[in-house]
């Protein structure tokens, strides 16, 4: 099984958030359990700040098994589609296009999908949300 990881669950974990980082460490051990563990570009891109350089991300993320999976034409083309649902419906600009890049490769790639913000991701992935 490959889950693909949303940002906010690996920074719970980095940068050992009191809130939210025991839970999110117990997803990724269950995510780890049963198969890969893979994250975008996008979600790759946005851990950047919380690191002082590429190396130490890459150490922390080979740290927990986790793979780099690209995003390819196909993935942002479905992101495309569901954003533009999203606007036409009404949505507002505060979610921007790599929310929905985010969720187009999970969709594409993953079996499973770990977020913290599973209300966004029920209503435009609900594919992702499971039970």
């Not at 958030?17 to 570009?41: N, P, T």
């Not at 780099?68 to 600009?93: C, F, H, L």
Request: glycine share 6%; charged share 25%; hydrophobic share 45%.
């Amino acid at each position: 099984m490959i889950t693909a990881v949303d940002t906010s669950v690996l920074l719970d974990v980095f940068i050992a958030d009191a809130q939210h980082g025991e839970r999110s460490k117990s997803w990724l051990r269950a995510a780890y359990d049963a198969g890969a563990i893979v994250v975008c570009d996008i979600v790759y891109a946005e851990l950047v700040p919380a690191f002082r350089d590429r190396s130490v991300l890459d150490r922390a993320l080979l740290e927990i098994n986790t793979a780099a999976s690209p995003i390819d034409t196909a993935v942002a083309y479905e992101a495309g589609i569901r954003w533009k649902r999203y606007r036409q419906s009404g949505g507002p600009r505060n979610r921007i296009i790599t929310d929905f890049l985010i969720g187009a490769h999970a969709v594409t790639v993953a079996d499973n999908f770990l977020t913290r913000d599973r209300g966004f991701y029920a209503t435009y992935f609900p594919e992702l949300m499971k039970p």
